[in-house]
Nanobody
Framework: VQLQASGGGLVQSGGSLRLSCAAS?????????LGWYRQAPGREREEVAC????????TYARSNQGRFTISRDSAKNTVTLAMNNLKVEDTAVYYC??????????WGQGTLVTVSS
């Protein structure tokens, strides 16, 4: 399984970014969920948002609710994270995650999001 994340960059506080993650190398519909995590300097990796493959249900970290939206395109095997009203504390390396039905989780390489004040 390969996950290729893109879309990070530098944005001012209050701005928006859109992250995308393209997944390849696995059978269609063989995963449980896709998600985004992030890790800020000196902090542990934390969940940002996840989306289920079965029904498209989503979960969000409380700090992101109302600002971030996760979506998926099953035909293209992509997961997208739309981030609005970004805050300085959103600065982190963002990783996409694929949780398969069988086998270990797969992580993307990470994309850096920097929010300036």
């Amino acid at each position: 399984v390969q996950l290729q994340a893109s879309g990070g960059g530098l944005v001012q506080s209050g701005g928006s970014l859109r992250l995308s993650c393209a997944a390849s190398g696995f059978p269609q519909n063989s995963y449980q969920r896709l998600g985004w995590y992030r890790q800020a300097p000196g902090r542990e990796r934390e969940e940002v948002a996840c989306i289920s493959s079965s029904d498209g249900s989503t979960t969000y970290a409380r700090s992101n609710q109302g600002r971030f939206t996760i979506s998926r395109d099953s035909a293209k095997n992509t997961v997208t994270l739309a981030m609005n009203n970004l805050k300085v504390e959103d600065t982190a390396v963002y990783y996409c995650l694929l949780v398969p039905r069988v086998g270990p989780d797969s992580w993307g390489q990470g994309t850096l999001v920097t929010v300036s004040s």
